[in-house]
């Protein structure tokens, strides 16, 4: 079975390449395109959570919790590499993979204007998703692989922290 079809199981057992740390409520990824550099994923580890309200309290505070550390350890670590850095955008949305799960983009001053107020998703795929940005497989991924690097690294730092 390839990882992409049940990601939170590929995660649970290590066959997630993408896969950069386990969070106390779930998977931190490495997203699959890097058009925006530092994109990544929190997949929570509820079986069957589909929506925030399918958790109780306790745990959304725990998923949001961990989805701001992630995004704090992007903002960390895209800051510190690309002087066109402008800030996080987060997102829970669940629309095409239907596991609770939520996104950290990076945003950019380089970004076209066009593109660079809006929602990530208004890109178009033909840009998302060009083989250049796949962190997924070489030779594209080689290229992403020293962002995944000091993402990975200040994720661990920052769990040991804030745990």
């Not at 199981?9 to 997203?31: E, H, I, Y």
């Not at 058009?35 to 109780?56: F, K, N, R």
Request: include cysteine.
């Amino acid at each position: 079975m390839d990882w992409r079809e049940d990601r939170l199981a590929a995660a649970r057992t290590g066959d997630n390449p993408m896969l950069m740390a386990k969070m106390r409520s779930g998977f931190a990824v490495f997203g699959d395109t890097q058009h925006l550099p530092g994109y990544c994923v929190l997949i929570s580890d509820v079986d069957d959570a589909d929506h925030l309200t399918d958790l109780s309290r306790e745990q959304r505070l725990e998923f949001l919790t961990d989805l701001s550390l992630l995004g704090e350890v992007v903002f960390n670590v895209c800051s510190g590499q690309d002087p066109a850095f402008l800030r996080i955008n987060y997102e829970v949305l669940g629309n095409s993979y239907h596991h609770l799960h939520g996104h950290v983009h990076a945003r950019y001053y380089w970004e076209s204007g066009e593109f660079r107020g809006v929602p990530v998703w208004r890109y178009p795929d033909s840009d998302r998703f060009a083989p250049e940005h796949d962190a997924t497989s070489s030779p594209a991924a080689d290229k992403h692989e020293a962002l995944r690097d000091a993402i990975t690294a200040e994720l661990h730092r920052v769990i040991t922290t804030a745990y």
